[in-house]
């Protein structure tokens, strides 16, 4: 078989099936497609991560710590940067192509056979916990997309349901206020599970405790049951103490940069050390090791470029643009910073552009060109309508990669691309994934 021509002939018949405009939820087809498939989902020890921010930094590190436990992880995620096998990995390794092309196919010619056509979602997430069975992983740890409840993924009964932030974003889908949006996350809380809470707000806390009592499951929450105490924040090193009711853990050392990475840290480490109840055995040399080495493309994703400091971070709503011009202002001060932003059409934009307006000296809007994405023609009358924000400079380019080449050529210091996942991609992908081993970028690793 000529696995490229076969993979990308599958690629194209998959693309068919993209969302041309609204999102379909809903567990009736995937349910379907996976008993056609032999339920491989069935039996799959797991865990669940929910949340609006940082699920898929948790999804990593979590991941990274059971598989230095020993264990033979799956891991499922979404979106992807590049490649759509980033989203299906064993041991952080991406499924293979003939793998891919093999399973995919034979599932989607069953997807066809349904009255009710599956999403390309819905394929993906089927493809998944097939590759999962077949390869005999002994646990796997799932990203939910969008929501929890209606999220095909959430088929799945998990051994913990994990739920990380609480704050607006998809409102269209998951209600307009956050209890609203915390019952949705809730979803995936199954009866007599094990829930870790990373939120804080009363609100959300409030649903999330009155769903877990209904369910017989067992919650611990931040702020309650596991904390952490920053030590040390900066490019050369971050370090916390993690406490809980269950372990002490003094000087943890992480190895994903940000400042909220410490709540992602933290919320994995509660997980980790769950487990241990639970029949999967985990080590604090386990998890001290898995946090140190866990890496996660396009969150606080820096690079060196000359004398420049590169950074990539998904921040692609309010919360996380907060989360992103906080850690910003503490590691780069009085550093002058250009940001890269496009953002899409169902995003709360102009509450992340008073964010960036904070500590912009230059903002290059752009935008990858998708139906879904706001017009830099649009971004540049949103900026303007701002009131009482600092004179910033701010130009439209169309081209994401034209825009990226622009911004290295700027006077900052410091240059940021943010706004959206599928943004960082097509930048990564045109001018940096792709150029092989002469690529001019270098990956510096902050350590």
Known sequence: MNNLLSYEAFLRELDTLRPSGEIRLGLERIRELLDRCGNPHVGLKNIIVAGTNGKGSVVAT???????????????????????????????????????????????????????????YEIITAIAFSYFRETKVDIAVLEIGLGGRLDAVNVAYPLEAVITTIDFDHEHYLGSDIASIASEKAGIIKENVTVVLGEEKEEAVKVIEKVSSEKGAKLYRKGKDFDFQIKAFSLEKSLMDFKSDLSFLPDVELGLKGMYQFLNTSIAIESALLLNDLGIRVSEKSIRDGVKSARWRARFDLFKYGEKMIIFDGAHNPHGMRALVSTLQHLFKDEDICFVFGVLKTKRYLEMLRELSKIANKIIFTSTGAESAVTVQELLDAFTSLEGIKEIPVVGVNSPSTAFKEALASKEKVVCVCGSLYLIGKILEENFENRGANNSFQKRILV
């Open 62 to 120: 979590l991941s990274n710590i059971l598989k230095l436990a020993g264990y033979k992880v799956g891991t499922y995620i979404s979106p992807h940067l590049c490649d759509i096998r980033e989203r299906i990995m064993i041991d952080g390794c991406w499924i293979d192509k003939e793998a891919f092309v093999t399973l995919g196919s034979r599932i989607l010619e069953m997807a066809r056979g349904m009255a009710d056509i599956p999403t390309y």
